[in-house]
Antibody, heavy 126, light 107 residues
Framework: EVQLVESGGGLVKPGGSLRLSCAAS????????LNWIRQAPGKGLEWVSS????????YYADSVKGRFTISRDNTKNSLFLQLNSLRAEDTAVYYC???????????????????WGQGTLVTVSS | DIEMTQSPSSLSASVGDRVTITCRAS??????LNWYQQMPGKAPKLLIY???NVQRGVPSRFSGSGSGTDFTLSISNLQPEDFAIYFC??????????FGQGTKLEI
C-alpha cells in the first residue's frame, strides 16, 4: 500500500523558516516524481513544487520561487520542502503527492497526482 | 498560466440524483485533464485521469468527458459518501499544474 506521511508543520512568525518532510513507503520511491501541493484554509489547491525521480529536474510555482527549496533523499525514501522568508499567505495545509502518468501512445503523457499524504499545517502569524 | 474555471461553485442534490460538474480551461488542453474528490478534512483523491479514464477502485457511477477547453464530471445515482468537494486539474502545461477553484456538492 502506498503511504505518504508529512511532518514538520507548525506555527511560525512572518519571515521565519520551516522544513517539511514526507516519508514514503509501499512503492519504488526512486522511480517517481514527487510534488508539494498546498491548500489555504477554506480555499482551493495550489501546486507548489516538483522534483524528478533523480532530483535533477526541479520546478517551483512563481509564488514560492526563491523562498522554498524542494529536495529528496532516495536512500531514505524521503521528500523535503524548506520554507524560508515565510509570509502570512503561505499559511496552508501542505500535501506531498506522487505523480502518475498516462501515456496516450504518442506525444507527452497526462500527469496526475495519484497518491497524497494526509497533509501538514503551516501557520504563519505573529 | 492556464486558468481552470469550474461551475457551479456549489451544487445541491439528493441521494439517487445524477449531477454534472463543468470545468473550462482558458486554452486548449486536449485531454490533459484530471478530477479529484476531497472529503472534509481529508486529502484529495484521484477520480478521473486523461479526461475520461476512471482511476482503479473508483465506482463506475463516476465518469468524465470532454476535450479541448470544456470538460464534465458526471456522478450518477448519488450516494451519501459522494457529498464532497470536486476539483479539476490540468497537466497540459506540466509541470505548471493548475486546479479549478472547486465545486462543493451538498445535500
Amino acid at each position: 500500500e502506498v503511504q505518504l506521511v508529512e511532518s514538520g508543520g507548525g506555527l511560525v512568525k512572518p519571515g521565519g523558516s520551516l522544513r517539511l518532510s514526507c516519508a514514503a513507503s509501499g512503492f519504488p520511491f526512486s522511480t517517481y516524481t514527487l510534488n508539494w501541493i498546498r491548500q489555504a484554509p477554506g480555499k482551493g489547491l495550489e501546486w507548489v513544487s516538483s522534483i524528478s525521480s533523480s532530483g535533477s529536474d526541479i520546478y517551483y510555482a512563481d509564488s514560492v520561487k526563491g523562498r522554498f527549496t524542494i529536495s529528496r533523499d532516495n536512500t531514505k525514501n524521503s521528500l523535503f520542502l524548506q520554507l524560508n522568508s515565510l509570509r502570512a499567505e503561505d499559511t496552508a495545509v501542505y500535501y506531498c503527492a506522487r505523480l502518475g502518468t498516462y501515456f496516450y501512445g504518442s506525444g507527452r503523457p497526462d500527469q496526475y497526482f495519484d497518491n497524497w499524504g494526509q497533509g501538514t499545517l503551516v501557520t504563519v502569524s505573529s | 498560466d492556464i486558468e481552470m474555471t469550474q461551475s457551479p461553485s456549489s451544487l445541491s442534490a439528493s441521494v439517487g440524483d445524477r449531477v454534472t460538474i463543468t470545468c473550462r480551461a482558458s486554452q486548449n488542453i486536449n485531454t490533459y485533464l484530471n478530477w479529484y474528490q476531497q472529503m472534509p478534512g481529508k486529502a484529495p483523491k484521484l477520480l478521473i485521469y486523461a479526461a475520461s479514464n476512471v482511476q482503479r477502485g473508483v465506482p463506475s457511477r463516476f465518469s468524465g468527458s470532454g476535450s479541448g477547453t470544456d470538460f464534465t464530471l458526471s456522478i450518477s445515482n448519488l450516494q451519501p459518501e459522494d457529498f464532497a468537494i470536486y476539483f479539476c486539474q490540468q497537466s497540459y502545461n506540466a509541470p505548471l499544474y493548475t486546479f479549478g477553484q472547486g465545486t462543493k456538492l451538498e445535500i
